[in-house]
């Protein structure tokens, strides 16, 4: 089931407090970047960020999810309702997270 708009404007609006959120759509899903790096993406109406060092002490409860078949094991957010929470873990994450590929063309 694809994820729905206003799930992710909820989203974005919990991250609202964060500078260059950015998100892409792919294939009926959402991926949520933080000043250009990808943290995670929302998946049938779920947040999942990447289990980064940072993000697995910030969700040391968190289960893993799959954001679809075949793909790799994320962490499943489950506090969405506070904002503050998801900026810190955003905000935690960053500097962990791989720097973005630049495409070679």
């Given at each position: ?100 590929k630049m495409n070679k063309r």
């Amino acid at each position: 089931m694809p994820s729905s708009r206003e799930y992710l404007s909820f989203i974005l609006e919990q991250l609202s407090d964060l500078k260059d959120i950015t998100y892409k759509p792919m294939m009926g899903e959402f991926l949520i970047y933080y000043r250009g790096k990808l943290v995670g993406g929302i998946y049938d109406d779920r947040l999942l960020v990447k289990p980064v060092k940072s993000a697995v002490a910030y969700l040391p409860q968190a289960e893993y999810s799959l954001p679809y078949e075949g793909a790799k094991e994320m962490l499943l957010v489950d506090n969405v309702d506070d904002k503050a929470f998801l900026t810190g873990l955003f905000e935690a994450m960053y500097d962990d997270l791989p720097k973005p590929k630049m495409n070679k063309r």
